[in-house]
């Protein structure tokens, strides 16, 4: 992953909103007797490593903020933070703090559609044209990013699982170069938003405003690869959003507010912050050699717009409690509190690895791993990371779930989504003895 840096050249829309990937615990906590240590482990001393963390990002002035959610099982859980809002602020970060998590919407559209698979309104491998017809007739760039007429047919169509998987051969603005970028913002298919800052070298790019007329933009524009041949970070959970539309017949963010959000008691997250809650919004910063500068103050936020259009893929801003209860939702097989929001068919499934065996993930960045509804899947582990430094998985064999909350931008200026997970898996270890 490039942008490892955030100099004036590399200050773009393209670099900030680029992030997502994060790593698994792995075999610590797969191996981890979570029922056991359930009731043994609850306090910020049983996580050294994580609170470490914590404590040296903002001890050190490189995040104004950072909050960690832990929890066993069903239980509530347990909060380690440090700082304010923003910089210079009075009021501490908390789990009722508000922070763009971007990409971590992604796990959250996947599931939406899992539920609307377990009802029998959409099928798993179906054609996506038998809901948008637009993307019967595909065609596929012969030279990836290269020439956007030199194209060839789809050799199958895209499927559902295809969406799910970022196997589709769609392209992202945030991802692709040359031509097929610049139209991909021609045609206003660019589903994410910074600031609403004129600051010079972050480019403008809107969205088309509707999401109807995102999906249609999208098939007009060639795929970048053959679908169901490789796995590439892309629109594909945005466009989902389009699909939940026609199989509910319910607008995308209506859907995900009445069968998940208010089900699982998230009264806390928005596509939309309203004025009443700009007090828990945290301020973005962007992180210009080393110093984090304010890219999204709070009161100023973009989030306090309408946006062009809800943005399944990075577009919801949430709370590190609601999006614990997602996870403990998930956690529960689809049961939060004895009322059920999915299935645990559609959870199991969802959070199983969905990548059809026709796609390569050699050289990704999930290469050696899986890839299920919206989320990597390795280890037991299911999750996802957020372009402005959150972080959010569940492990099933621990029972376990975690994630981690501050903001700045782009991700990859601090090694946040490798080190928290890597974090969470040293204290898990030293809890085994190991």
Do not use: C
């Amino acid at each position: 992953m490039a942008y490892r840096n955030f100099d004036d050249a590399q200050l773009s829309r393209r670099s900030l909103l680029r992030g997502g990937a994060w790593l698994t615990a792995g075999a610590a906590i797969s191996g981890l007797p979570g029922g056991s240590l359930a009731l043994a482990h609850s306090k910020s001393a049983d996580w050294p490593m994580v609170s470490k963390l914590v404590d040296k990002y903002v001890s050190e002035g490189k995040v104004a903020n950072m909050a960690a959610a832990l929890g066993w099982g069903d239980r509530d859980p347990l909060l380690i933070a440090q700082g304010t809002l923003a910089i210079g602020g009075a009021t501490p970060a908390g789990m009722d703090s508000l922070y763009r998590i971007y990409s971590m919407t992604k796990p959250v559209t996947g599931m939406a559609t899992m539920m609307l698979i377990d009802e029998g309104k959409l099928g798993l491998d179906q054609p996506l044209a038998e809901t948008l017809p637009a993307f019967s007739k595909m065609m596929v760039q012969k030279t990836y990013d290269g020439s956007v007429t030199d194209l060839v047919p789809a050799e199958r169509p895209i499927t559902i699982r295809h969406l799910l998987t970022h196997t589709a051969g769609l392209g992202y603005s945030i991802i692709q170069k040359g031509p097929i970028r610049q139209q991909y913002v021609k045609y206003g298919v660019v589903p994410g938003q910074v600031t609403r800052l004129p600051i010079p070298g972050l480019g403008r790019e809107e969205a088309i405003r509707g999401l109807d007329k995102f999906a249609n933009n999208l098939a007009q524009l060639p795929l970048v690869l053959q679908p169901g041949s490789k796995w590439s970070y892309s629109v594909s959970l945005d466009l989902l959003g389009r699909v939940i539309e026609v199989a509910s017949g319910m607008s995308f963010d209506e859907y995900l507010r009445t069968q998940i959000f208010e089900p699982a008691g998230m009264n806390s997250t928005f596509f939309r912050v309203p004025k009443s809650e700009v007090p828990r919004l945290t301020t973005n910063y962007g992180i210009m050699g080393g110093t984090p500068l304010p890219l999204d103050p709070a009161g100023a936020s973009i989030y306090l717009d309408d946006p062009a259009f809800p943005f399944g893929g990075a577009g919801l801003v949430s709370s590190p409690r609601d999006y614990d209860r997602f996870l403990k939702m998930l956690l529960g097989y689809g049961e939060i509190d004895g009322k059920r929001v999915m299935s645990e068919a559609a959870v199991r499934l969802g959070t199983s690895n969905l990548l059809p065996e026709t796609a390569v993930t050699k050289g990704t960045w999930i290469e050696g791993q899986g890839f299920g509804a919206g989320g990597r899947v390795t280890d037991g582990s299911f999750g996802w990371g957020g372009a402005a430094g959150t972080v959010a998985f569940v492990n099933y064999p621990a029972k376990l779930r975690a994630s981690l909350y501050t903001q700045y931008m782009p991700s990859e200026a601090y090694p946040i989504h490798e080190g928290f997970p890597n974090a969470v898996q040293a204290d898990l270890a030293a809890m085994m003895g190991a």
